[in-house]
């Protein structure tokens, strides 16, 4: 008997681990995963590149004018070494550079642009269509996905979120400051929740699990067991 392929929706805020839930996901039940926050930050460095942006007043429809999609091609390559997807832009490997500081302060502006969200849903609906995926962002569950077999809501207290990410950029060398951290998940919770385009919100059917106190594994546990009801 062959199982069926599910599709799964991760969401949740910023920093909570929703990536290393979804790759577990994915890794355990042999899906394909697929990063969509990966999708808006290689945009964001796409614009910063091009001197589209370069401060937070940058005016929308400057953007609009200026940032043409149709010159941007992302896409995501397995790393046999890593084994995890790479992200690239116009053929070039940006996994490291889309996770800079600068890029996350500026991929709530370029993600709450609707031409921005429109393009990301179309491609993130193409990459779904088959089934055996877990994706993770923010409007998964509610607008790329809505019936998703299953949808999960993560979050963690905003500190230990900033806590954890600090840890993660101080061991990559990143020279940042926790509240530099804290200041930049506090900003994108409020912009991702508060935008007019699919903002984040729980959808009235997702699972949620708070991983506050929770190890991994303890969390992957849990995500495991919800995933092997619906199939
Ligand atoms: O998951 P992440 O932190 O890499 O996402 C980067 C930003 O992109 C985040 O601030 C919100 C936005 N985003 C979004 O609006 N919709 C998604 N589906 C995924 C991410």
Redesign the pocket.
């Known amino acids: 008997m062959t199982l069926k392929k599910i599709t799964i929706a991760v969401d949740g805020h ?2 909570c681990g ?2 290393t839930l979804a790759k577990a996901i994915a890794t355990h039940f042999a899906y394909k995963y697929i ?7 290689a945009v964001t460095l796409y614009a910063i590149q091009n001197q589209l942006i370069d401060s937070k007043d940058i005016k929308k429809d400057i953007l609009e004018n200026d940032l043409n999609l149709n010159k941007i091609i992302i896409d995501f390559k397995y790393n046999e070494t890593k084994k995890k997807s790479d992200t690239y832009l116009n053929g070039h490997c940006v996994e490291n550079e889309i996770r800079s500081i600068e890029v ?1 302060n500026f ?2 502006l370029i ?1 709450e642009l609707k031409f921005v ?1 429109q393009k ?1 849903v179309a491609l993130q609906q193409g990459m779904g269509k088959d089934g055996g995926i877990v994706m ?5 569950g509610t607008v ?1 996905f809505p019936n998703a077999e299953l949808k999960i809501f993560l979050t963690a207290q905003v500190e230990i979120r900033a806590e954890r990410r600090f840890k993660e950029l101080i061991a990559k060398g990143d020279q940042v400051s926790f509240q530099e951290i804290l200041n930049n998940l506090t900003t ?1 919770d409020r ?2 929740s508060t935008r007019e385009e ?1 903002p ?1 919100i729980q959808s009235k059917d997702a699972v949620v699990i708070d991983n506050s106190r929770y190890t991994i594994e303890e969390q992957n546990l849990i995500a495991f067991q919800l995933v092997e009801k619906c199939l």
Do not use: C, Q
Not at 136 to 140: E, V
């Open positions: 910023s920093s929703k990536s990063d969509s926050g990966a999708m808006y930050r996350s991929v709530s993600a969200r990301m993770d962002g923010r409007d998964i790329v994108r912009i991702d699919s984040l």
